[in-house]
């Protein structure tokens, strides 16, 4: 996960940004997120997958996307502006776009949309749960970091070194339970700082990288069963 301590432990609210109603904050959330999922669509429809393959080897796409990624990174936690954050969270989650439109290629439309729609309803449930019960998901921080963490490079160790008892469900599975809960958990911390504008779209650049995560797990999953 991408560093975001500086957005996590703000506590006033800035010169160029006022405090809004719970209703208008988690809307513009919603907004942003909305945004985000809107011109990726977008991307991955207008983009040919083959040429892009063809064009542009996918390390390089990769290297692309970390770049760009840090960028706005940089950009939306050090800025107290929601409009240049705003800027900040596109190249963080555009180009996601782009990585996403080979992978997809490779599933067909109805186990996209079923993965969606999994998708969706354990982001509804996480952020209802995450808002019921904030001390509980405000305290598993550091717990889903060494769980991603120990995931992360035990999936890598599986994959090189063990190829013969390598099961990628129980991995994937694994994520789907670990990026379920920073759905939670980053709702919770979300609703834990001064409520404003620049502080929403910075929320949403965590959220929507946790709920693209999620969705490429259950992807992933659904994919195997077919």
């Known amino acids: 996960m991408l560093s975001t301590d500086t957005v996590w432990s703000r506590t006033e609210v800035s010169p160029h940004d006022t405090l809004i109603s719970d209703r208008l904050y ?3 959330i919603g907004v942003v997120l909305l945004w985000g999922f809107a011109i990726n ?9 083959v040429w892009l393959v063809n064009t542009v080897p996918y390390w390089g796409i990769m290297i692309g996307y970390v770049v760009s990624a840090l960028i706005g990174t940089m950009i939306y936690t050090s800025s107290s502006n929601p409009w240049v954050s705003f800027i900040g969270y596109n190249l963080v989650v555009l180009p996601i776009g782009v990585i996403l ?9 109805l186990l996209i949309q079923r993965a969606l729609t999994a998708t969706g309803g354990v982001t509804v449930a996480m952020m209802m749960l995450g808002g019921a019960f904030p001390r509980f998901f405000l305290s598993i921080g550091r717990t889903l970091a060494m769980a991603l963490l120990l995931g992360i490079v035990s999936q890598l160790v599986m994959m090189f070194f063990f190829k013969g008892s390598y099961n990628p ?28 504008f620049d502080n929403a779209v910075d929320s949403a650049a965590s959220l929507y990288l946790d709920i693209i995560n999620l969705f490429i797990r259950i992807l992933s999953i659904l994919g195997r069963r077919d």
């Open 26 to 28: 988690n809307l513009t």
């Open 169 to 196: 469900n129980a991995f994937d599975w694994g994520f789907v339970v670990i990026f379920s809960g920073y759905i939670g958990y980053d709702w919770a911390r979300a609703n834990a700082i001064p409520k404003t």
């Open 101 to 109: 439109t080979p992978f997809l290629y490779q599933f067909d439309a």
């Open 41 to 49: 669509y977008l991307i991955v429809q207008t983009l040919d997958p």
